[in-house]
């Protein structure tokens, strides 16, 4: 059996593709757009501030304002001899301990330094539990009991000065400057991931 075409068909003329060029120049135009668009997403197009009185200001209070700071896990069998050099009472720590082991909280490590030369004490709230610490340029490691991740908020513990207070804190990616606090009752607010 052959198969004869059908007679009612014929090739049906195509209309010339568009030239590769005019494709390539479409493509091109929308990753500008895109681009364009992260950028004023990202660095905050509509909310410029170039004080940092202001910025600093308005860290703390909106939880879309919060930086986000990835650190490093204490293993949960290393727990009880971080707790142990760290500034928490031994009630403290014997709370967070069984909330290790419960699962409930997580440690992590958090060295903190003085990112501007000014020094300064600083007040680390996180949730129920508070840790005050010196500013120096040798980093000095906070231990705070997080879930998955948990809020942070950074506070001078004294009147930081004209200068401010500039701390710093070393992440899973290294060290990172964070905003100068100017003023006894500003808030930076950051949000831990624990890594």
């Not at 493509?27 to 990202?42: N, Q, R, S, T, W």
């Not at 909280?105 to 990112?115: G, I, N, S």
């Not at 005050?132 to 906070?142: Q, R």
Request: proline share 10%; charged share 10%; with cysteine.
């Amino acid at each position: 059996m052959q198969n004869k075409p059908d007679p009612a068909w014929q090739p049906q003329p195509q209309a010339a593709e568009k030239s590769p060029n005019m494709r390539l120049g479409l493509i091109g135009m929308a990753a500008c757009v895109l681009m364009a668009g992260a950028g004023l997403h990202f660095y905050g197009g509509s909310k410029t501030q170039s004080n940092p009185t202001i910025a600093a200001e308005s860290a703390g209070g909106d939880e879309s304002q919060r930086i986000g700071l990835p650190l490093n896990v204490i293993a949960p069998q290393n727990a009880e001899q971080a707790l142990a050099g760290s500034s928490f009472s031994a009630q403290q720590r014997a709370d967070i301990l069984a909330a290790v082991k419960r699962r409930d909280v997580r440690l992590v490590a958090m060295p903190v330094y003085d990112a501007t030369g000014a020094g300064g004490m600083i007040t680390l709230v996180c949730g129920p539990w508070q840790q005050t610490v010196g500013l120096t340029p040798k980093p000095t490691t906070v231990i705070l009991p997080i879930s998955m991740s948990g809020n942070v908020d950074i506070i001078p513990s004294a009147p930081p000065g004209p200068t401010g207070v500039g701390s710093g804190a070393i992440t899973v990616f290294g060290p990172q400057a964070l905003p100068v606090l100017y003023k006894q009752g500003d808030t930076l607010a950051l949000t831990v991931i624990a890594q």
